[in-house]
């Protein structure tokens, strides 16, 4: 059966007064980059996202890196992981003002392989957590900048 597009306004309508009805808002969506993407260090930023749970250290997250970055305001990562039933994925900063530089939610009837281009300020640790069965497991990699991207 093929959708009109009449169909498809009613069921955007729909939908948009669903989410109003749940109190999903510009408000509500502004607060939680607020609080995840706020300027911090690493360990305010760490404790904003996961205030109860135990980061494991694993080598079942691969980590594609320039061991030296000519210029901090291109940086690329590509992320894979071996680990089963990946659900979030989150890249971490140590030394950029907002610490968390992203947030990828995954299907975890897939095998994740990200690929992103970030900002680092200073030469440090970028960590990449991964939630993975309901426990969370990190894994970090020292990327020297030598031209700062963040202003610096």
């Avoid at 996961?50 to 320039?66: A, M, N, R, S, Y």
Wanted: charged residues 20%; glycine residues 6%.
């Amino acid at each position: 059966m093929s959708a009109t597009r009449r169909q498809f306004i009613k069921n955007i309508l729909a939908s948009s007064v669903s989410l109003i009805a749940l109190g999903f808002s510009k408000v509500s969506l502004g607060q939680w980059l607020l609080d995840e993407f706020s300027p911090s260090n690493l360990d305010d930023a760490l404790t904003k996202v996961f205030p109860v749970e135990t980061l494991h250290h694993t080598d079942k997250i691969d980590l594609k890196l320039p061991k030296t970055a000519e210029n901090g305001s291109v940086v690329p990562i590509t992320i894979t992981s071996s680990l089963p039933n990946i659900t979030r994925v989150y890249i971490l900063s140590e030394k950029n003002p907002v610490p968390l530089i992203a947030k990828f939610s995954v299907d975890p009837r897939l095998e994740p392989y990200i690929g992103a281009r970030f900002k680092m300020q200073k030469s440090c640790d970028v960590i990449v957590v991964v939630k993975s069965d309901d426990s969370y497991y990190q894994t970090r990699q020292f990327v020297k900048v030598t031209l700062g991207g963040c202003g610096g």
